[in-house]
T-cell receptor, first 115, second 114 residues
């Protein structure tokens, strides 16, 4: 079975500082990994994904994530946080070897960027 | 272009009533997914349609839940005899169903069962 863990319920960071939102996963094969962001009363917005290739993936709004197979991690990062980055972030995984296309999501991490 | 749309945006119903939630996927997307987001359970997969294949219903929590997709486009999620624990945000997503395709989500329908 596939699973995702987001160990932090909330991350607080000052505007202008770097931010990291952690994600670890468990799948039997090679994972497809995704990050989504959710603003209040909105659906999920796609940020970035890792499918194959370069371990460092760049996405929308200046976010990036690094796939680390040995640590089974896919942490989301941004060099300089903005107040407008404050939102709920979800990591998700899919195991392509199972043939199932449904995503398994982590519990979400609330990012709070203070001015 | 147009994204995934869902209606209604909010639905309040009484316990025991049936409800229908609608999803319009992105044009050309052959895969359509329903997820549920609730405080206690987080984001859970419900059902998945791809083309003319039999849907993956493995996430439906009970036989009160059903969904159909007509003409390979619009989908309706039906909850019969609603219970208070059905209160959640129901999210629909669509994708091209190719390789590592991205699922694009609609704004959701917030269902409140009184």
């Amino acid at each position: 079975a596939q699973s995702v863990a987001q160990p932090e319920d909330q991350v607080n960071v000052a505007e202008g500082n770097p931010l990291t939102v952690k994600c670890t996963y468990s799948v039997s094969g090679n994972p497809y990994l995704f990050w989504y962001v959710q603003y209040p009363n909105r659906g999920l917005q796609f940020l970035l994904k890792y499918i194959t290739g370069d371990n460092l993936v760049k996405g929308s709004y200046g976010f990036e994530a690094e796939f680390n197979k040995s640590q089974t991690s896919f942490h989301l990062k941004k060099p300089s946080a903005l107040v407008s980055d404050s939102a709920l972030y979800f990591c998700a995984v899919r195991d392509p070897d199972t043939g199932r296309r449904a995503l398994t999501f982590g519990s979400g991490t609330r990012l709070q960027v203070q001015p | 272009g147009a994204g995934v749309s869902q209606s209604p945006s909010n639905k309040v119903t009484e316990k025991g009533k049936d409800v229908e939630l609608r999803c319009d996927p992105i044009s050309g997307h052959t895969a359509l997914y329903w997820y549920r987001q609730s405080l206690g359970q987080g984001l859970e997969f419900l059902i998945y349609f791809q083309g003319n294949s039999a849907p993956d219903k493995s996430g439906l929590p009970s036989d009160r839940f059903s969904a159909e997709r007509t003409g390979g486009s619009v989908s309706t999620l039906t909850i019969q005899r609603t219970q208070q624990e059905d209160s959640a945000v129901y999210l629909c997503a669509s994708s091209l169903a190719q390789g590592g395709d991205t699922q694009y989500f609609g704004p959701g329908t917030r269902l409140t069962v009184l």
